[in-house]
């Protein structure tokens, strides 16, 4: 056989701490084309009748050029002119939930279904940082006991009916809506019910769905690494990233800002010569000639019973009024008719009214919120907002430098920390010895985002179903023993590409907030033309909201 060589286990690209050690410069689109070409490569074996069986992320071997050699093709189950040699072996937490729990895979017949499982399973991994699509965050009782369990069940984390699995997402974790729904279900068809009972996207459907997705890439502003699908308004990675969450990360290349000519002490100016727009003055709102909507027959009822009742006690007052020994009989009158005349429950009435009263208050909340909305979006107001909002971008972009220098200035104080910190990042925790620690507990490990020893911490483990003291003891146990290797070189303590990092980040903020000054110069310039075109769209909702609310007053003036 020839020998595999010059090439990585897929597993140290889509682990994001074994990625950035070995293949930092690998963006997202060198991660698509891979599992692109793992699809590819199970399209041809399955043609041939073969089936891997033992899927995992040790058998598939992946070049810098994206392509992947299959390997450990002694386990295969093979079809040999009609003689089946059959795969005896398998991992667990690739195993699909229909084989779950099976004692022994012996004389076992497996179909390409179940490759198919173990082919969506590999593209989620690559796709979505080496997240297992069944680890997530419990949200009932008997919930992630066990990785296995979970498969069994089909407790899909990052489904859309979720909440009925009793499961979700792990915090942090890259949302699967960064891909073009159709793909997303292809997800949701291989780790569900559904493709157990009839089928799971086959290995040409992923093929062709994931070049779609290659046909439609963007690359944003912010980083070379960026590139996120097409149908996205956002870059992915720039939202993780302002929650802390770091994926993908320029190293080693000089930054060098780009001269754009932007001069603020030139723009803003001219920016304050722009002329503060007339106030806006609403138009008078027609009066309307409005009719009441009649009561209901059963409040018009009730309505009657109540005469009743006041016509009986006056006529027992009368009685009284006119003497004084017709005192008990009149009494006796009164209270008869006034039970004669009151309903048990004036309900129907007091209904009726709570409806109107609700429609009132929901018409005049309609009303004053376009009231407030037009008033925010035209004239002096929606002017003046606008201002303030450059206004703080002008004041940030002037303290750049400064913000810039007092973070080369922490890294230079921080300089044995940051050293024993990438450290602890090459202190993998899928090629240690853990107690109790195996593969699959590993696997939701890497689920919530724990990878090394960097990222082990009480409270960041205990958030893993199935660590509880015991076993979180463990893990910190393991990075204590991490830690006490560690050996301090002041000569690597500072490098020039840990500055160019803060310079770039620096850099593309000044860069945005040039482009947002700019483009908002632009707005205020046109915003009397704007405000006019706004306020006449406007006016048609604005006095059909006015006219519902006063039919909603005449209605409860009825009463």
Known sequence: MPKVANRSSIQMLYSPAHRR?????????????????????????????????DVNQGNVMVGKDTTVVIIDSDSFQVDANGIIHFCEVGVSHFTPPELQGLSSFAGFRRTVNHDNFGLALLIFHTLFGGRHPYAGVPQKDGVGDSLEGDIKEFRYAYARDGK???????PRSIPTSMLPFEVEQLFHLAFTEQGARTARPTARQWVVALDAVRGGLKKCISSALHVYPGHLAECTWCSLEKIGVSYFTDTGVAYVRPVTGFDMGKFWPILELVPLPSAFV??????????????????????????????????????????????????????????????????????EHRKRKQSRDSAKANFDRLVQQITSSVGPQGFLAKKAELAALRDEYRKIPEMEQHEITHLKNTAQERQKKKFLERCFIDVATIP???????????SFGIETAADVSKHAVMQVKGFGERNTRAMMDWKASCERKFVYNPSLAFKPADTN?????????????????????????????????????????????AKQLAQAEKDLSVF
Do not use: C
């Open 501 to 545: 990092a803060i310079r770039k980040k620096f850099g593309t903020r000044a860069a945005q907030i040039e482009r947002a000054l700019e483009a908002g110069l632009g707005e205020l310039k046109s915003f009397a033309a704007v405000s006019e075109s706004r306020k006449k769209a406007a006016l048609p909702t604005l006095e059909a909201a």
């Open 282 to 351: 609403f138009p008078s709102i027609p009066v309307f000639a409005l009719i009441a909507t009649p009561l209901s027959a059963e409040a018009m009822a009730e309505s009657g019973q109540l005469w009743i009742r006041i016509i009986a006690v006056l006529g027992g007052l009368l009685m009284i009024a006119q003497s004084m020994k017709l005192v008990i009989p009149a009494v006796i009158v009164a209270v008869l008719g006034w039970q004669f005349g009151s309903p048990k429950e004036n309900k129907a009435r007091a209904d």
């Open 436 to 446: 109790n620690v195996g593969p699959g507990r590993k696997a939701a490990l890497r």
């Open 21 to 53: 050690q070995n293949h930092p410069n690998a963006a997202w689109d060198f991660l698509l084309f891979i599992a692109r070409n793992v699809a590819a490569a199970f399209e041809v074996l399955h043609a041939e009748g073969h089936i891997l069986g």
């Open 164 to 170: 009925y699995r009793g499961i979700g997402p792990p």
